[in-house]
């Protein structure tokens, strides 16, 4: 694995996992008042338009990070529904 391989994946890893502590304080705390719905609504059509892109360059890092992103983002938009 060559050096910018390493680094796509690293920073893959980094931006799609970074969206656990989150799902987990609101999972604990079932407290959403602070989180921001058109954020993440805007954050999900950017994910998924970056999900439609991998796909169709066929770009397996770029559609595992941004598959794994959508469905923690889409949690989130879930959670802060369910604890209104």
Do not use: H, R
Request: proline share 2%; charged share 10%.
């Amino acid at each position: 694995m060559n050096s910018i391989t390493f680094l796509c994946l690293f920073a893959a890893f980094c931006s799609t996992f970074a969206w656990v502590p989150q799902v987990i304080k609101i999972t604990k705390t079932k407290e959403t008042s602070g989180i921001s719905l058109s954020m993440y609504f805007m954050l999900a059509v950017g994910i998924t338009s970056w999900l439609i892109y991998g796909l169709l360059i066929k770009d397996v890092p770029i559609i595992a990070a941004n598959g794994i992103s959508l469905i923690f983002t889409m949690i989130v938009i879930v959670l802060k529904f369910k604890y209104k």
